[in-house]
Each structure stands twice: as C-alpha cells, then as structure tokens.
T-cell receptor, first 115, second 113 residues
Framework: QQPVQSPQAVILREGEDAVINCSSSKALYSVHWYRQKHGEAPVFLMILLKGGEQKGHDKISASFNEKKQQSSLYLTASQLSYSGTYFCGTEMKGYSGGGADGLTFGKGTHLIIQP | GAVVSQHPSRVICKSGTSVKIECRSLDFQATTMFWYRQFPKQSLMLMATSNEGSKATYEQGVEKDKFLINHASLTLSTLTVTSAHPEDSSFYIC?????????FGPGTRLTVL
C-alpha cells in the first residue's frame, strides 16, 4: 500500500522551516527518506526503524511514531540546496517474513526554497 | 555511504529493439538488488526484486518476459527491456541494500523512438 505524503508542495523563503508527513494505514518495518533533484536519482537522507525514534543530522531530522504508522521529516532554517522532491519509502519486511524488501514510495512533496 | 553505479546513464533506441541496463554495487556485495521505474513527475515504482543465484520476483503488472532480469554476481544485476516501445520510455533506477539502508544508482533514462 502506497504511503500518503503531505503536503504535495511547499514554497518557503530561505531560513523558514518545513514539515513533511508520511502516513501508512498499517504498521511499518521502516521508513526511508530521500531527496530527489530534477533528472537525478534519489539521495538517501535517513532511515527510521524503531517506534518513537527521532534522529537527524545538521538541520534535517525525522521522527517515527510509536505505532510505526506515521513519520515526519523536519527541515529547519531551510537553505536553497534543500529544494527538490522529498519521498518517503516504506518497508513491510518482518511482517512478510522475507528478506530485504523493495520500497513503496509516497507520491512525493515538492519543496521550493526562494531566496 | 555505499556506491551503486548504473550504465548507461542515457539511451535512445528504436521501437522494437532491446536495451540492457547494468547495475553494480561498487564497494559492497548485494545478494538482492531492486529495479524501479519513474515516469515524469511521478513517484518511483518498484518493478522487481533481483536475487543473486535465483529468479527475480516481479511486482504485479510488470511483465517478466518483457523486463528480463539477471543477477549474475553479488555485485551485478542487469535489466533488459525487450522489444521496447515508446511507452517504455522512462527513468529506470536500481538500488541495493547495505544493511537496512537502500542506496540508489544514478539512474538510466530510456527514450524509445
């Protein structure tokens, strides 16, 4: 099942903050966050595996709720380089009993940072 | 992070021909690799799971006879688009897991005329 991402698009000025949400109707094994720039492949940002987990580096962080059905990506004091499309990819491994699974991606959130 | 490469980065072919795309894990071994497809302004869609030494697993709606996958070694998976048609034009991206993290290759843009 495809996770639901919101919002679809965000326009910010440099220095403003943004939150991108990713929701699933079922509990997940993991959530992966990627940023993709036009014409390029997705770049890995971070992975969350544990319910209640919060992690981050620099000004980009993410959380995974206790039920493992909702994750949020936080971008603080945004920079021009943050522009792109953000995707969450979800994995159900462990529930299907198999090995590594391919990711099911949300539709993406387009982030535009203006000077 | 781990490095995954793809070749070619861009290919243009005539309708009816076959195209082979290579995916390599450069600094780690990957028993499993994944192939995704992304149409313009859309999300990535998983096509198939490539397993070293066994048959690939295809997602529902993906024709296994059209998209041939061979996982020849622990560092190489190939995707062959057979008898390509204009509707197969897309951005094809592979990925490989190192631990729980999935790293993506740079992608191959296929244009079928």
């Amino acid at each position: 099942q495809q996770p639901v991402q919101s919002p679809q698009a965000v326009i910010l000025r440099e220095g403003e903050d943004a939150v991108i949400n990713c929701s699933s109707s079922k509990a997940l094994y993991s959530v992966h966050w990627y940023r993709q720039k036009h014409g390029e492949a997705p770049v890995f940002l971070m992975i969350l595996l544990k319910g209640g987990e919060q992690k981050g580096h620099d000004k980009i962080s993410a959380s995974f709720n206790e039920k493992k059905q909702q994750s949020s990506l936080y971008l603080t004091a945004s920079q021009l380089s943050y522009s792109g499309t953000y995707f969450c990819g979800t994995e159900m491994k462990g529930y299907s009993g198999g090995g590594a699974d391919g990711l099911t991606f949300g539709k993406g959130t387009h982030l535009i940072i203006q000077p | 992070g781990a490095v995954v490469s793809q070749h070619p980065s861009r290919v243009i072919c005539k309708s009816g021909t076959s195209v082979k795309i290579e995916c390599r894990s450069l600094d780690f071994q990957a028993t499993t690799m994944f192939w995704y497809r992304q149409f313009p302004k859309q999300s990535l869609m998983l096509m198939a799971t490539s397993n070293e030494g066994s048959k690939a697993t295809y997602e529902q709606g993906v024709e296994k006879d059209k998209f041939l996958i061979n996982h020849a070694s622990l560092t190489l998976s190939t995707l062959t688009v057979t008898s390509a048609h204009p509707e197969d034009s897309s951005f094809y991206i592979c990925s490989a897991n190192q631990g729980d993290t999935q790293y993506f290759g740079p992608g191959t843009r296929l244009t079928v005329l």
